[in-house]
């Protein structure tokens, strides 16, 4: 059986949080839980959301990747990659454009990009004040280059990520059940 790591990508608020979430709960697909230098926001929790971590101990980690994404420090593990591994062959990760194309160079067709967007990108502030963001983190990431980039998909991910519009959550559900299907068969 092939490995394949599901990675969700795309901007900020476009749901790749709840689509990894879901091939977790709906497929069992263990999700690799990935470091940040970012404060918790309201009700995340350390090991389960993120490993939070500050500067030094981010550094104490051997990364596949990592990126900085307005002001703060993400990346992925090869410790917590691996680990999902052992536990199943189909992974689940949640990265930002620059770490999606890493994956797609490094693992090739191992690493199932699926890259999300959204028809109004007014919709998206308006999920991310429903999550209870906080509102100069908020107004500083809409700000940073890093948003405004994964509005669009990248040209390296051009004929490899698969494109969702997540603007009705149950029709995208049925978008990654076909996807999937596809994928494991
Ligand atoms: N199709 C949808 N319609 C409306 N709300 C949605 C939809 N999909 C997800 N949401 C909600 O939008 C908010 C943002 O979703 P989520 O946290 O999954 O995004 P994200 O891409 O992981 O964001 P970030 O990169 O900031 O972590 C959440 O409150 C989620 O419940
Ligand atoms: N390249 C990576 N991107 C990551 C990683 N962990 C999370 N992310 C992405 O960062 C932004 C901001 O995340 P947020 O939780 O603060 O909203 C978002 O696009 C995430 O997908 C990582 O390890 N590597």
Not at 37 to 45: A, H, I, N, V
Not at 53 to 74: C, I, M, P, W
Not at 142 to 164: F, G, M, Q, W
């Amino acid at each position: 059986m092939k490995k394949r790591v599901f990675v969700i990508t795309g901007a900020t608020g476009t749901g790749k949080t709840t689509v990894s979430d879901y091939l977790r709960d709906y497929y069992h697909m263990p999700k690799v839980i990935t470091h940040t230098t970012r404060p918790p926001r309201k009700g995340e929790m350390n090991g389960v959301d993120y490993y939070f971590e500050d500067d030094t101990s981010f550094d104490k980690n051997h990364y596949l990747e990592q990126v900085a994404y307005s002001g703060y420090r993400y990346g992925s593990s090869h410790e917590g990659i691996d680990a999902g591994f052992e536990k199943n062959p189909y992974i689940t990760i949640v990265l930002d454009t620059k770490g999606a194309i890493t994956y797609a160079k490094e693992l090739g067709d191992e690493a199932v990009i699926i890259f999300l967007t959204v028809s109004q990108n007014e919709d998206l502030i308006d999920r991310m004040t429903k999550r209870g963001d906080d509102t100069v983190m908020l107004q500083e990431r809409l700000d940073s280059p890093e948003y405004r980039r994964d509005l669009t998909l990248p040209a390296e991910l051009k004929n490899v990520a698969h494109v969702i519009v997540n603007d009705d959550l149950d029709s995208t559900k049925k978008k990654i059940d076909t996807l999937v299907t596809e994928i494991l068969n």
